[in-house]
């Protein structure tokens, strides 16, 4: 009877040490998703929240500055790799041909986020300036213009120095392979290497010219519906749609 006793004990140990774990277990995962929830909410609380056209402006440059910079140094990682040799320049073709890929991705996604910061501009002058003072407003919006025009020209020459950079290095290089290969060879790589550049160079100035355009619409929407006393920034440039 006790040997009956003892295993019926055991085994009610067993069942409840079981719904322990299971509440234990079922208690991270509420954690966990708590945790997931809280990370999301502070990268939310994270975005900038501008509070002067100083700031949004400093914000304009700086990321034109930064992204700018990276595009240089990740090519210039690969050419330190090429090191001025005609072989490894072959070698590293698919790499640049990304690289230029991923210029013209990086370019676009700078020119979404340079109409956000305009944007930002325009609805700061909303809040701190209203519609109503029309000298007040007229000045603030065509400072907004004066930066992000500022902002996009200048980003139009970091690229295009950087891409004008890139043609001389790998003529240099190809050239250098005359002396080592037939001439049809290096011709034929020196042709692929400028049709790489011509397009590439033309894909950015297309990028540029697209959101310049784009730009300058948001502006003259702002400006025409400012002036008739609208202020609903979304509204005006279509944001809601």
Do not use: H
Not at 28 to 49: P, Y
Not at 53 to 61: G, N, Q, T
């Amino acid at each position: 009877m006790k040997r009956v006793i003892a295993i019926l004990l055991t085994l009610i140990m067993v069942f409840c040490f079981a719904s322990c774990g299971d509440v234990s277990q079922g208690g991270t995962t509420s954690n966990n998703t708590t945790k997931a929830e809280n990370v999301t909410k502070e990268k939310k609380s994270k975005a900038k929240k501008f509070t002067s056209f100083d700031e949004i402006r400093a914000a304009m440059e700086e990321d034109e500055v930064n992204t700018a910079t990276e595009m240089k140094e990740k090519i210039t990682k690969i050419n330190e790799d090429i090191n001025e040799d005609y072989d490894a320049y072959i070698s590293a073709l698919p790499q640049i041909e990304e690289w230029y890929a991923y210029a013209l991705k990086s370019a676009q996604d700078y020119y979404a986020r340079l109409r956000e910061y305009a944007i930002d501009y325009y609805k700061l002058i909303v809040k701190e300036i209203g519609v109503n003072n029309y000298n007040d407003w007229n000045k603030a919006v065509k400072d907004c213009y004066d930066a992000w025009d500022d902002t996009i020209k200048d980003f139009y020459k970091d690229w295009d120095d950087l891409y004008k950079d890139i043609y001389r290095e790998y003529d240099s290089v190809i050239k250098d392979g005359y002396d080592l290969y037939n001439y049809d060879q290096v011709s034929d790589a020196w042709s692929d290497m400028y049709d790489l550049y011509d397009d590439g160079w033309s894909d950015m100035y297309d990028a540029y010219d697209d959101a310049w355009s784009n730009l300058y619409d948001d502006y003259d929407d702002i400006y025409s519906d400012f002036y008739d006393g609208e202020d609903d920034v979304d509204e005006i440039l279509g944001l809601n749609e």
